[in-house]
């Protein structure tokens, strides 16, 4: 433990690249899961089976593949994250770390969309049917109708989804991202006789990040449930 309070900047700034991971991937994974959700429930075959296509095998897929592709294969074929390269303060946003955040979206967006379609399925059907008797089209009752009723159902499944994002952002220690994992490893390095104090510093640092999450998304459960009752 020592070790991490002698460099406790270096520990705060590797959650720091956790915390923006999870953040970015986390609005990106939601925006696309959403489409996916109202493409999988929508009237249209051809869209239903591009989402179902993407969901199972995003799905089905391990999630360092997913990284291994966009890290290494996709710049085969021109897909490559080169054009970033921002600095905010301490923190270095390269390529790898633009690859990650893909990495972490597309395939969490897989799982936002099922935990969506659970919302939508409990949704009654009548309601649906009514704002199309008023004229509104498919996407105006997914908008106005379907989705903000089926957000508020499915947010313990949104929020479990969530706190997997954020300890799947480890992952991307693999891969070049000096996240939490890579400088848990770093520290390891540097001092082997102290491995398991550090261990327990990150797990904590996880621990706290993943209540936090929880906190909040009980705090939304909790005021949907009173607005709605």
């Known amino acids: 433990m020592q070790a991490v309070l002698d460099?406790?900047?270096?520990?705060?700034?590797a959650f720091g690249y956790t915390v923006f991971l999870?953040?970015?991937?986390?609005?990106?994974?939601?925006?696309?899961?959403?489409?996916?959700?109202?493409?999988?429930?929508?009237p249209v075959a051809v869209l239903r089976l591009v989402a179902t296509v993407y969901v199972s095998l995003l799905r089905n897929t391990?999630?360092?593949?997913?990284?291994?592709?966009?890290?290494?294969?996709?710049?085969?074929?021109?897909?490559r994250f080169g054009w970033l390269d921002v600095s905010i303060g301490p923190f270095d946003f390269t390529a790898f770390f633009g690859a990650a955040v893909v990495s972490l979206s597309l395939y969490t967006s897989a799982f936002v969309c099922e935990a969506l379609r659970s919302g939508v399925?409990?949704?009654?059907?009548?309601?649906?049917?009514?704002?199309?008797?008023?004229?509104?089209?498919?996407?105006?009752?997914?908008?106005?109708?379907?989705l903000p009723q089926a957000a508020r159902a499915s947010i313990p499944?949104?929020?479990?989804?969530?706190?997997?994002?954020?300890?799947?952002?480890?992952?991307?220690?693999?891969?070049?991202?000096?996240?939490?994992?890579?400088?848990?490893?770093?520290?390891?390095?540097?001092?082997?006789?102290?491995?398991y104090t550090i261990a327990l510093a990150?797990?904590?640092?996880?621990?706290?990040?993943?209540?936090?999450?929880?906190?909040?998304?009980?705090?939304?459960?909790?005021r949907y449930r009173v607005t709605t009752a």
């Open 202 to 222: 990150f797990v904590i640092g996880y621990v706290v990040l993943v209540e936090v999450v929880s906190f909040f998304s009980a705090r939304l459960e909790k």
């Open 7 to 13: 460099d406790f900047p270096a520990y705060l700034e």
């Open 157 to 195: 499944p949104l929020a479990s989804v969530q706190i997997a994002l954020l300890k799947n952002t480890s992952v991307a220690a693999v891969f070049g991202v000096g996240e939490a994992v890579s400088q848990m490893r770093s520290f390891n390095n540097d001092n082997a006789d102290q491995r």
């Open 22 to 42: 999870f953040l970015v991937s986390g609005v990106i994974s939601l925006l696309i899961g959403t489409v996916l959700a109202a493409m999988r429930v929508g």
């Open 121 to 146: 399925n409990a949704v009654p059907l009548g309601q649906a049917e009514a704002a199309r008797a008023l004229g509104l089209p498919f996407g105006g009752v997914m908008t106005q109708v379907v």
């Open 62 to 79: 391990p999630l360092i593949i997913v990284f291994a592709f966009f890290a290494f294969t996709a710049p085969i074929f021109g897909i």
